[in-house]
């Protein structure tokens, strides 16, 4: 029987997310890798227990996250909670849809009513929960109107399947769109979803950041560590046993010499902090105060650690900014 630490929530910072109650940890644990049923069952258990013990209150899924197929991340993730009933009230739990996840059109990526209810209902059959904490639309779907999405998360709350609804992968015009449907429907639409990192700042460019700060809305930022590149492993080139090594990332080409010596230069920064390279980059992506939260993935237990391990320095001189930016400019 699982116990869970009973010092689990003595360093970990919670931050509320954009101007609603709800508090969510520094780092959250993202399940979009290696809890499908073609990885090892003890090590997702141990893995979750791990983040649990650390503090991580938050977990974030997805209907199609799984290998060999949509939704094995769901169901594993309801196995294991099965031992961890008596804390389902400390938890945060989230599933998304938007992405193909079934055959047909009605589970054909889409923003449509129909597959947005459908594919919840599936979720939390998946997970053995009444309800979760936030339910996202996945990515914007231009071939629906944004009234139907807004709608259907709308219900989802209604019908007490969501409590707070959200949105992933989508723009600041986009956001700006339907925050508007959600304010007359009075939705509890309190955070989004994007891709945010030292390498990969379009969120900036977009300005989607400053909306989302302005308008009480937060980021719960995923790939905080640019497919493993912001870690320790490329510092001296590729590994066979790496995602890029075993050409599972879309990216594998923008790891040439160039890239090597940045990562190299920051990870001397990195050093002088007294932090990894990839706690660095998790603090760097915290320092932007429409973050509510960074979500990491992970392999085995260990990574976990050493990611939350980010919290013991968040504060950066304004000579360390200025020397990271002059790094990722050159």
């Given amino acids: 029987m699982y116990n869970a630490d009973a010092k689990r929530y003595e360093k970990m910072p919670y931050r509320r997310c954009g101007k609603s109650g709800l508090k969510l940890p520094a780092v959250s644990l993202g399940l979009w890798q290696n ?4 990885g090892v069952y003890s090590n ?3 893995m979750i227990h791990t983040a649990f013990d650390l503090g991580i209150t938050h977990f974030d899924l997805a ?9 094995s991340a769901e169901e594993n993730f309801g196995r294991i909670l099965r031992d961890m009933r008596n804390y389902r009230d400390e938890m945060i739990i989230s599933t998304k849809a938007g ?6 059109p009605y589970g054909d990526r889409n923003g449509s009513r129909k ?10 059959k998946r997970m053995g929960l009444e309800y979760v904490d936030i339910y996202y639309h996945h990515i914007y779907d231009p071939n629906t109107p944004l009234e139907e999405t807004a709608l259907a998360l709308d219900n989802a709350v209604k019908q007490g399947k969501a409590l707070y609804v959200g949105i992933s992968n989508y723009g600041r015009e986009q956001t700006s769109e339907i925050l508007k449907i959600f304010k007359e429907l009075r939705t509890p639409f309190i955070v989004n979803q994007p891709s945010y990192s030292m390498l990969n700042r379009w969120i900036e460019d977009d300005k989607l950041d400053k909306y989302c700060l302005e308008n009480g809305i937060g980021l719960a930022v995923f790939s905080p560590l640019y497919q493993g590149f912001l870690t320790n492993k490329y510092l001296c080139g590729v590994p066979k046993d790496s995602r890029v090594g075993r050409g599972e990332t879309w990216i594998d080409d923008q790891l040439d010499d160039k890239m090597i010596g940045k990562l190299n230069k920051l990870n001397e920064i990195a050093k002088r902090r007294g932090q ?3 706690q660095m980059a998790l603090a760097w992506v915290l320092n932007n105060k429409a973050v509510a939260t960074v979500l990491i993935g992970a392999s085995r237990p260990e990574q976990i650690a050493e990611n939350v391990g980010c919290i013991e320095n968040l504060v950066f001189e304004s000579e360390e900014i200025e020397e990271i930016e002059k790094v990722l400019r050159d």
Avoid: H, I, V
């Fill in 276 to 278: 990894t390279l990839s």
């Fill in 44 to 46: 997702m258990e141990k």
């Fill in 63 to 71: 209907n199609n996250y799984g290998n060999p197929y949509n939704g």
């Fill in 99 to 104: 992405y193909e996840m079934w055959s047909g």
């Fill in 115 to 124: 597959y947005l209810t459908a594919s919840l209902d599936q979720s939390l």
């Fill in 35 to 38: 809890f499908g049923n073609n």
